[in-house]
């Protein structure tokens, strides 16, 4: 099959200006680019001067790893122009599965209705063939999967036996394609890692040239600390390629941080370490409400939470740590539940959902947090405008819209905005800005391309895989807010996906 789109502005992903010219695809790849010599037998596609096509764009903190398996046209993310997620971040990644982690996962996957029947990263990859999935998943190996793989949810100190067979899981993940090793050292059990067990996990991504991706321990009060922690275990181990996930100030006590964060990346650059990160373009976050259990329930997983809390007579205890935390509920926003008495309030705050329901906030956290903790979504308000803008306008910051494929409708739960506005919000954001429109691109595509070693897309050349946006600059915008946040973004005519039209004009949707 051969497709030539003409007549329109090329925006290579190298970071060029945009120019006039066509694209030749051919059998799934670019066949050539430019002016094509006479071509015949073959669909055109004239763009008639209308708008710029460049390279699908690469997500590079995504959570779709089986939301795209629960709705395959992974319409949120599509619509916007994204053909390629990073996947398997924060520490989770749905492999390897042991009778260590498998339950676990099940549960804390289940609103897909997916039986996890697989064990290794190839498993899943055929998983995610048999159900048709269009957009690209690349998976990294999540530290707290394979924690839990080895040694379950506990907090424990792992034994060097235990230590070797996650060196032995990782190693396979790797030779199987996995592109290196998240970490997210503020969920369990990933917080009980030292800095030893992620060196020895290190080595293994740097035998491989790897990546590590890492949710940071702290985003907030020690936010320096735990940058200067992950640099120090690259270091040791040898790795060359760190993404910081999210990258962050949470907290208007921590905004001031961000010129000594960077002057941390700065100096691991220095040392030969290429550093990056990504952001998605808002000043609201976005996890389990769990987050907000004080001690000792922070560190106890989801469901032994929600146990825990079934037993009536944990309310007074839990509910006056809660009260005690003096939160200001107001920047706290009930995202997405499955408590059917709860779910009408997703995108209010808790303070207002309170005031709906006549009791307090902490009662509705902890009713929901009984009910359902494990799927029971919060975002929080505590991020600086000021810092978002300097971060995206990072020449090493990449685009993570941080959330799931997910359909038009709810049925698979509710999103952030972000996971159907982060291409469109990173763009005008930055473009408004003043920064070219061929740098932009560049963040969504060749950069992050480059930056997970994906050496096949990323950028409007031949031979690459034919993933390609076709989109209107000046009308590319994201609709989508917490009361409403499945609106598909504005001004996408079309997304191809190894040369096949898979969003646009005349293209049907299936089960959008």
């Known amino acids: 099959m051969r497709t030539l789109i003409c007549h329109v502005l090329l925006a290579d992903g190298t970071g060029r200006t945009p120019e006039p010219g066509a694209v030749l695809l051919e059998n799934g790849l670019i066949a050539e680019v430019g002016y094509p010599s006479a071509v015949t037998d073959c669909e055109v596609v004239d763009c008639g001067g209308r708008g710029m096509l460049a390279p699908g764009f690469i997500d590079a903190h995504g959570h779709s790893d089986l939301s795209g398996a629960a709705s395959p046209p992974c319409f949120g993310k599509i619509a916007q122009g994204f053909t390629t997620e990073i996947s398997g971040n924060c520490g989770l990644s749905p492999f390897p599965l042991t009778e260590g982690n498998r339950g676990h996962l099940s549960d804390l996957y289940r609103q897909y209705g997916i039986a996890l029947d697989w064990t290794d990263l190839n498993g899943y990859r055929d998983f995610l063939r ?7 998943l690349e998976p990294l190996c999540g530290h707290n999967t394979l924690r839990a793989a080895v040694a379950g949810y506990a907090q424990q100190r792992l ?11 990782l190693e396979t993940a790797m030779e199987q394609g996995a592109l290196g090793l998240s970490s997210g050292l503020l969920y369990t059990p990933g917080c009980f ?7 020895s996990l290190l ?5 491989h040239d790897g990546v590590y991706a890492t949710h940071l321990r702290s985003e907030g009060a020690q936010l320096l600390e735990s940058l200067a922690e992950t640099f120090d275990t690259v270091r040791a181990a040898g790795v060359r390629r760190v993404q910081i996930s999210h990258f962050k100030t949470a907290g208007p006590a921590n905004w001031a941080k961000l010129d000594a964060a960077l002057e941390l990346m700065e100096r691991a650059r220095r040392d030969g370490i290429q550093v990056g990160c990504d952001r998605y373009p808002y000043v609201e976050s976005l996890t389990q409400l769990s987050v907000v259990a004080p001690e000792p329930w922070g560190n106890w997983d989801d469901s032994t939470l929600s146990q825990w809390l079934a037993d009536r007579r944990h309310e007074v205890e839990f509910l006056a740590a809660l009260e005690a935390q003096k939160r200001d509920w107001s920047q706290v926003r009930l995202a997405s539940t499955g408590v059917a008495a709860y ?12 005031a709906v329901r006549g009791v307090g906030p902490e009662r509705a956290v902890l009713e929901l947090l009984r009910e359902d903790a494990v799927g029971t979504m919060a975002a929080f308000r505590g991020m600086s405008e000021e ?8 020449p090493e910051c990449c685009c993570g819209s941080d959330e799931s494929a997910r359909p038009a409708d709810d049925s698979i739960g509710l999103s952030h905005p972000r996971g159907f506005g982060a291409a469109p919000e990173f763009f005008r954001r930055l473009t408004a800005a003043g920064m070219p429109v061929g740098e932009v691109i560049r963040k969504l595509t060749g950069l992050p391309a480059a930056r997970f070693g994906l050496r096949d897309r990323g950028l409007l050349r031949r031979g690459m895989a034919a993933d390609l946006v076709w989109l209107e600059p000046e009308r590319f915008r994201s609709g989508a807010d917490f009361r409403t946040p499945h609106r598909p973004a504005e001004g996408v005519l079309g997304v191809w996906i190894d040369g096949r039209r898979v969003y646009g004009e005349g293209v049907a949707v299936p089960g959008r």
């Open 159 to 169: 034994s060097a036996v235990q230590r070797e067979e996650m060196e032995r899981l």
């Open 130 to 136: 048999h159900r048709g999935v269009k957009m690209k």
């Open 343 to 354: 779910r009408r309030f997703a995108g209010m705050p808790f303070a207002e959902i309170a």
């Open 203 to 207: 080595r293994v991504v740097a035998r």
């Open 193 to 199: 890692a030292d800095r030893e067990e992620l060196a």
């Open 387 to 394: 810092n978002l803008a300097r971060i995206l306008e990072l």
